[in-house]
């Protein structure tokens, strides 16, 4: 099994590009973790948001691997503890399947993204910025796999 996070947006600051490069490293045996970045879709004065965002989940489902199970963080799913992450983690690596984990824009994800979805996943209440959401996703999945190893990492 194999994930991919999905992300709009393109060229995350040193600090996010490092950070991520480290969890996806120390994930990489447990579960190798690739990046794709989308292209963002063309805002500001005169340009329609909801067209940009259309635009953008056009994109994002062109990069699903192909029977994938999609996972899209948004703010209206469900939120779990990284031990209820590492539950569902198990279920996945059940199913076969390869993962794909996806962040929207600045509005948040098509509609038809979210119908493609099987499950939706928030990290809480706090808006936080998609590049750090990045990080924050490479780390509990690097979390949830390191307890299924049984590996001393979580100390909770």
Known sequence: MKARLIAVGERAPAW???????????????????????????????????RATHDEGTRVLAALPKNGLVVALDGRGR???????SQ??????????????????PEGHAPE??????????LGALTLP???????????????ASMLANHPYHRA
């Open 16 to 50: 996010v590009a490092q950070g991520f490069a480290e969890y996806r490293q120390r994930l990489s045996h447990w579960l190798p973790l690739e990046l794709v970045e989308i292209e963002p879709g063309l805002r500001g004065k005169g340009r329609d948001a909801v």
């Open 88 to 105: 569902r983690l198990e279920h996945w690596r059940g199913q076969g399947r390869d993962l794909a984990f996806l962040i929207g824009g």
């Open 130 to 144: 998609h590049m750090l959401v990045r990080l924050l996703v490479a780390e509990q999945l690097y979390r949830a």
């Open 79 to 85: 939120e779990w503890s990284s031990e209820q992450l």
């Open 113 to 122: 993204v979210l119908q493609r979805a099987d499950e939706q996943w928030s």
